[in-house]
Structure formats: structure tokens, C-alpha cells
């Protein structure tokens, strides 16, 4: 079964500057989806950027990019410019390219709880 | 506005009883899904539906149950037997199960046993 580990409870970060969040994921897959998602204080969950693991391009979305490292597992989500609405807690996900039934599920990191300091 | 709507907002339950979460969505979606939301965890699944008529268990299914009798609603039953069912539980959809697309969630159902 696949696994993925925020291993940051919490991060502050001054308005205005940069901060990277990171998640680790495990799978014995070669092809799969990984995307990150917001949940503000209104608890909506809204995706942020996605990544498809054959392609070896960081994904980007204006201020918000990725740094995929496939060996490593490693999925960390880079926020530049930081706005005070962008304080909320982050979920990195993990989902499998193909198999079908429950393998399209989305698993979950425990998430990271970001400030943003005015 | 296309989207997906849950209700309750809130819903607060007696000991033994059963009460059922709604989730409606009008994007046309084929697949869709419950999670569950504890503090400090991530999202769990309880349960998905690939289309019309058909849903599968998900990692933590006991003590819930589900229907897909139409593509628009999804609606999920919490019984007596689930042990621990205050929780936020959030429903989403997307396109097609296999797709590349992102799914959507719903503002979730804040459930609380009194």
C-alpha cells in the first residue's frame, strides 16, 4: 500500500517570502499522480498543483511550484511571494496511474499547517 | 455554478442512532467519493463510486453505507455500528475514476455524537 508523510506539523512563513513544503511518498509504482491541496480555515479542499510522475518537468502554477524527485520520492511544494491567504493547512496526495477499483483513490499525507506572519 | 453541495453544514447525532450526509453534485461526474477528516490525520477513504449503481469499500467502510441510485447524488449513511463517527467527512467527484483530472470536494459535513 502506498504511504505519504508530511513530516512538517506546522510552518510560519513572513508575508512576502518563500517557503517550501515537503512530502515524501512511498510506492512500489513506476507511473502515478501527485498533487497538492489547500484547505483554509473555511475547509473547502482546493487543489494547488499536480504532477504526473513521467513527466520529469516541474510542475508550476504561478506562485506555487513543485520539486519532483522521483528517486527520492520526494514531492515538496514551493510557495514564492507568500500572501496572507495563503495561510491553511496543505495536503500532499498520491494517486496511481492505472489498476482500477480502489487504486484511484487518493492517500493522504497528515498535512502541514502553514502561517503566514504579516 | 457547477459544483458539488453537502448538507448538512452540521449534524449532531444521538448514541445509536443512524444519520444519513448528503452530497449532490451537477458537474456531470461519474465518479465520486467520501472521506473521512479527523484532527491531525489526513483524508481516509470510506467508500467511492465508478458510475451509476455501483460503489466499493474504501480503507475504512465498517460501520458506514452508501447508494448510487443517480449520477448527480451520493449520499452516505452512518449506522449505530460505526464506533467513533464524530468527524469531518467531505465528499468529492471527478470526471472518471481513471482520468488525470483533479477531483472536486464539496464545503464537508461536520458531524458530532452527543
Known amino acids: 500500500a502506498q504511504t505519504v508523510t508530511q513530516s512538517q506539523p506546522e510552518m510560519s512563513v513572513q508575508e512576502a517570502e518563500t517557503v517550501t513544503l515537503s512530502c515524501t511518498y512511498d510506492?512500489?509504482?513506476?507511473?502515478?499522480?501527485l498533487f497538492w491541496y489547500k484547505q483554509p480555515p473555511s475547509r473547502q479542499m482546493i487543489l494547488v498543483i499536480r504532477?504526473?510522475?513521467?513527466?520529469?518537468q516541474n510542475a508550476t502554477e504561478n506562485r506555487f511550484s513543485v520539486n519532483f524527485q522521483k528517486a527520492a520520492k520526494s514531492f515538496s511544494l514551493k510557495i514564492s511571494d507568500s500572501q496572507l491567504g495563503d495561510a491553511a493547512m496543505y495536503f500532499c496526495?498520491?494517486?496511481?496511474?492505472?489498476?482500477?477499483?480502489?487504486?484511484?483513490?487518493?492517500?493522504f499525507g497528515k498535512g502541514t499547517l502553514l502561517t503566514v506572519n504579516p | 455554478d457547477g459544483g458539488i453541495t453537502q448538507s448538512p453544514k452540521y449534524l449532531f447525532r444521538k448514541e445509536g442512532q443512524n444519520v444519513t450526509l448528503s452530497c449532490e453534485q451537477n458537474?456531470?461526474?461519474?465518479?465520486m467519493y467520501w472521506y473521512r477528516q479527523d484532527p491531525g490525520q489526513g483524508l481516509r477513504l470510506i467508500y467511492y463510486?465508478?458510475?451509476?449503481?455501483?460503489?466499493q469499500k474504501g480503507d475504512i467502510a465498517e460501520g458506514y453505507s452508501v447508494s448510487r441510485e443517480k449520477k448527480e447524488s451520493f449520499p452516505l449513511t452512518v449506522t449505530s455500528a460505526q464506533k467513533n463517527p464524530t468527524a469531518f467527512y467531505l465528499c468529492?467527484?471527478?470526471?472518471?475514476?481513471?482520468?488525470?483530472?483533479?477531483?472536486?470536494f464539496g464545503p464537508g459535513t461536520r458531524l458530532t455524537v452527543l
Open positions: 468529492a467527484s471527478s470526471i472518471d475514476p481513471g482520468s488525470y483530472n483533479e477531483q472536486f
Open positions: 510506492t512500489s509504482e513506476s507511473d502515478y499522480y
Open positions: 504532477q504526473e510522475a513521467y513527466k520529469q
Open positions: 496526495a498520491y494517486r496511481n496511474l492505472l489498476g482500477g477499483g480502489s487504486n484511484y483513490k487518493l492517500t
Open positions: 458537474l456531470n461526474h461519474d465518479a
Open positions: 463510486s465508478q458510475i451509476v449503481n455501483d460503489f
